[in-house]
């Protein structure tokens, strides 16, 4: 799983989440900060903690609840949603489990018989449904409500809001999603179908947002138009503009590099 | 092949140890290795240290990477938590754990492919560390779940099964572990359970990073003519310099252990190591001429075994870092998080 923060503030607050995320769905989950947000100097509000927040530790069992079980079975669906109970080493025999990089059943013992491994990748697959109800929701500006509509992530965010400010003076309005979550929150496949035509902007020259898009969501491929920069630089607000205006107007004049930038 | 389940059967007759287990309370699951496995024998022995030593089974952490070897922890200790993790990364695994509770044994089982190609880096950093854990390499000199290509412990000169020679020099993990300032590492050999289990009890008990490099036959893939690495050639060369018992707190020093060549090394929790000389030119206790003389051995074409180098530890890394004397994960999250004044605190040092 990853999480895509656009700034330093948002990689402090997604941090915590992510600790939370990893243990409710017991998977390793990646914050996804760049060159940009590491390196350079970033102007933030001052960081806040929730004091009465309290860290969630998901599906875990004490002694007590261990003992009161006939058997405990580590990888076993209880619940339905692909999350099997956990223990934390040292709490009793029963609680033991083994954690195999090899094939086992439901129940946690080995196995080389397929239709007993077909079930644990399936209960995966619940859980990467689970996953998509749990992760953070995009970030979703859609006071344009027109039918051209504009996705990103990450560190392109600023220029974004620039561009978007810039592009209505050139009479163009677009609805903005930033995802925020990989796997995608059920909010993302809504946006994509609600608009007729789509800028994926990013900062990488294989357009990584646009095949994830495509091969994740039921979302067509035609109406996905992907503005790639990857010069090594940040991304520029004039970038986006220039991009959009030349599939919008095209043949429209461009405000220079340098008005654009006031 | 279909699993088969271990019958939990125990002759009322068995031996029990001090907390009224038997042995049998110390074994895992059937092992799906070759019939004669070098592997299954230190499996029996690391059972019979642990069963000797009374340790709560909840309270050993079994952890391997990836390898023949690496399947074993799940052989042993059913009653304790294991953790078969990505090839090479054992020691990160066990680094977090030991992390997170400081009280609980620590066992990485890994092997010759798995500790000195792949994970090198990560058994050097366990070191240096110096991780409180038992770390026993099951050294083969070839990757066995592979099919039986030369790892980076085959001697030059060595035959593979079907005829090539090995022409690169081989890895020491014994030399290379007292070249990181190890404080326990020893040598022994799966075919020697008298000198193992004491060994494996020893390393427990020592605090600090313990290695066992064990030498262990691949009865599949080395263990032919022209092997450097098969039990045959392993018998004839190997040299026990230095025998290690271990003595509990509880048990008085013996007169057996009386002779001028006794050496105890007092653990911390008061329990000793005697070393007993068999090599009377070796000493144990010195790291740069032990490390000498092993290496003059090996190019003699001998392998030293035993326990090669002790010394008590001073700076287990939990004693480096000042942590608290309770595993913290059983520390309150309260006590745990600074809370919204003390992130006041550290925003204010950036001002």
């Not at chain 2, 699993?3 to 009224?20: D, T």
Request: negative net charge; glycine residues 10%; contains cysteine.
């Amino acid at each position: 799983m990853c999480l895509y923060p656009s700034n330093p503030e948002e990689c402090f607050y997604l941090a915590v989440q992510a600790f939370d995320l990893a243990e409710r769905l017991q998977t390793p989950v990646l914050v996804l900060s760049d060159l940009d947000i590491g390196m350079n100097d970033w102007m933030c509000r001052d960081l806040e903690w929730d004091d009465n927040y309290r860290p969630d530790r998901g599906k875990m069992l004490g002694k007590e609840e261990v003992l009161k079980l006939e058997k405990f079975y580590r990888f076993l669906d209880k619940d339905g949603d692909g999350i099997g109970y956990r223990t934390l080493p040292g709490v009793h025999p029963k609680a033991a489990y083994f954690t195999r990089g090899s094939g086992h059943t439901q129940y946690g013992a080995y196995t080389e018989d397929a239709a007993e491994y077909q079930i644990v990748l399936d209960r995966l697959l619940k859980k990467w449904a689970t996953a998509k109800r749990l992760v953070p929701r995009a970030v979703i500006d859609a006071t344009a409500g027109g039918r051209v509509g504009l996705v990103s992530l990450g560190s392109c965010d600023g220029a974004i809001r620039e561009a978007l400010d810039v592009l209505k003076q050139h009479g163009v309005t677009l609805d903005y999603m930033r995802v925020r979550a990989f796997p995608f929150s059920e909010d993302v496949e809504k946006f994509l179908a609600a608009h007729e035509l789509l800028f994926v902007v990013e900062q990488n020259r294989d357009a990584q947002l646009r095949q994830l898009l495509t091969l994740e969501t039921a979302v067509d491929k035609a109406k996905l138009r992907s503005l790639l920069h990857y010069s090594g630089l940040p991304i520029s607000s004039h970038f986006i503009v220039e991009g959009v205006l030349a599939e919008l107007q095209p043949g429209a004049r461009v405000a220079s590099r340098d008005a654009a930038h006031g | 092949m279909t699993f088969i389940a271990k019958p939990k059967v125990a002759h009322p007759s068995l031996p029990k140890n001090a907390l009224g287990l038997t042995r049998r309370d110390y074994e895992g699951a059937l092992s799906t290795l070759c019939a004669g496995c070098g592997h299954d024998s230190i499996t029996a022995a690391i059972v019979e240290a642990c069963w000797g030593l009374g340790l709560e089974p909840q309270n050993v952490v079994k952890l391997s990477g990836i390898g023949c070897s690496s399947k074993t922890t799940a052989y042993f200790v059913g009653g304790g938590h294991g953790f078969n993790s990505v090839h090479g990364r054992m020691p990160s695994i066990a680094m977090g754990a030991n992390a997170a509770n400081r009280d609980l044994i620590y066992i990485g089982v890994s092997g010759d492919g798995d500790t000195l190609s792949i994970g090198l880096g990560q058994f050097c950093h366990a070191i240096r560390r110096n991780l409180n854990m038992l770390y026993i390499i099951e050294n083969n000199g070839v990757y066995g779940l592979t099919k039986g290509q030369f790892s980076a412990s085959a001697d030059v000169g060595t035959k593979a099964k079907k005829g090539e020679t090995n022409f690169q020099p081989p890895i020491d993990p014994v030399l290379l572990a007292m070249t990181l300032g190890a404080s326990f590492v020893a040598r022994s050999f799966s075919g020697d359970k008298q000198q193992l289990v004491p060994l494996i009890q020893a390393g427990l008990k020592h605090e600090g990073f313990a290695l066992i490099d064990v030498l262990s036959p691949c009865v599949t893939f080395n263990d032919h003519e022209g092997s450097t690495k098969s039990y045959a050639y392993t018998r004839e060369h190997y040299e026990p310099a230095v025998h290690a018992d271990f003595v509990p707190l509880e048990r008085e020093i013996t007169a057996d252990y009386g002779e001028g060549e006794a050496l105890p090394v007092v653990l911390h929790d008061g329990s000793r190591i005697v070393l007993r000389k068999l090599d009377s030119a070796y000493d144990p206790t010195n790291r740069s001429r032990a490390a000498a003389q092993i290496q003059e051995r090996i190019k003699a074409g001998e392998y030293l075994t035993g326990l090669l180098y002790v010394e008590r530890s001073q700076n287990e890394f939990h004693q480096v870092n000042g942590t608290p004397d309770a595993p913290l994960n059983s520390l309150p999250y309260e006590v745990l998080s600074p809370g919204s004044q003390g992130l006041e605190k550290v925003l204010a040092r950036y001002r």
